[in-house]
């Protein structure tokens, strides 16, 4: 875990370095320091690929998180640290007249390296398209487990204990936009590595709205 979160770091080393690489004559094309603090929410699909075919199970959640965002000219990096928590509900078959439900929620954090191109901006109103590599973890599940008779029992499971993977390598595609202090950011992430313990594959695709404040 730790030297995926080095890798993380140095790749987003390097592209500061690039940015600020980048040659400037004039005192306005200095690199910019911006803080984002940040909150929103967001849908989680996980699609099982089954022998017997595609099974897709989505879940809503939230996230809140900061980090610093630094540009020049028409190029900006970032790295945003976030906690993330997603609702989980599921049926669990125990025999074939018989199953258990489970409900609770997974808590999880993002370090996601952003890079990309501004193609418009002006003094209100700045345009950032961006790809980025977001590490995932999850880190504890909490859930209620109930019977068709009403009983229910509350457990704090790690995340293979429901065949969840820990880390998630994550592929990001976004686009926001500063309107004066505020920044509206919408982003698509897909899995690079299967997001279950099983044998077979399973996939994570996630959709994040987020509304920050810049400092």
């Known amino acids: 875990m730790n030297s995926r979160i080095h890798g993380s770091l140095v790749v987003f080393g390097l592209l500061v370095a690039a940015v600020f690489a980048s040659p400037s004559a004039a005192s306005a094309q200095q690199p910019k320091l911006d803080i984002k603090l940040f909150a929103g929410a967001s849908g989680t699909t996980y699609v099982s690929l089954l022998e017997t075919g595609r099974e897709r199970d989505t879940f809503l959640g939230w996230q809140v998180g900061f980090g610093p965002r630094i540009r020049k000219r028409r190029w900006f990096v970032e790295a945003l640290f976030s906690f993330n928590r997603w609702s989980l509900r599921a049926n669990i078959p125990v025999s074939e007249d018989e199953s258990l439900f489970l409900s609770g929620r997974v808590n999880?954090?993002?370090?996601?390296?952003?890079?990309?191109?501004?193609?418009?901006?002006?003094?209100?109103?700045?345009?950032?398209?961006?790809?980025?590599?977001?590490?995932?973890?999850?880190?504890?599940?909490?859930?209620t487990v109930s019977d068709s008779l009403g009983d229910s029992v509350d457990l704090r499971l790690r995340p293979k204990e429901l065949n969840i993977a820990v880390y998630q390598a994550l592929a990001r595609f976004g686009a926001n936009f500063d309107i004066a202090m505020f920044n509206f950011d919408f982003n698509y992430s897909i899995s690079l590595n299967s997001a279950g313990t099983d044998s077979y594959r399973t996939s994570y695709h996630q959709l994040q709205f987020n509304l920050a404040y810049l400092f």
């Open 108 to 143: 999880s954090f993002e370090l996601p390296i952003n890079g990309g191109f501004i193609p418009y901006k002006n003094a209100f109103f700045k345009l950032f398209l961006y790809a980025g590599y977001v590490n995932h973890f999850n880190t504890k599940v909490l859930v």
